[in-house]
């Protein structure tokens, strides 16, 4: 008789326990999903900071958007950069350092326009056409003008300025 008490109360507790598991991940994965969503807006908020990106006799601006990797790289400006594309999407160039990662998403899905940061590389990603979602990869801002310009440029170097 006592077997099946201890029994009875293992699988009860048994029960238990999974019931407040499954709970318990349900409530972290909400959280997380939240703390993604607010990383990413955060990253979305536009400031006043505005960056001019030359090369081939062309200017592309950009609007910064407020992050600390974004803070982070406006304090390495000004910039001249060896330039390149990449798999006939974006333009990358490789920064003397690595950019801050707090407060930053996982990753993101990259549309023609977006100013990136590719944390696992240590460089920067102007994007004319859009791609698939990307791990590692950090909007820092997004193109006003002059994109248009950009999948023709064979530019070799490009200087980035900040706007006063």
Known sequence: MK??????????????LTACSGKNNATIANTNAGGNDRANNASAKQV???IKLKFDNTEVIVKMYDSPASRDFLSLLPLTLKVEDY???EKIAYLPKKLSLDAA??????????????????NLALFYNAYG????LISLGKV???????ADSNAATIRIEKIE
């Open 105 to 122: 998403p996982a990753g993101m899905e990259p549309k023609a326009g977006d100013f990136t940061y590719f944390a696992p590389w240590g």
């Open 87 to 89: 798999a006939g999407r």
């Open 48 to 50: 006043d900071s505005r």
């Open 133 to 136: 979602y990307s791990d590692g």
């Open 3 to 16: 077997k099946k008490a201890v029994l009875v109360f293992i699988l009860l507790l048994s029960f238990s």
């Open 144 to 150: 006003e003008s002059g994109l248009e310009k950009l």
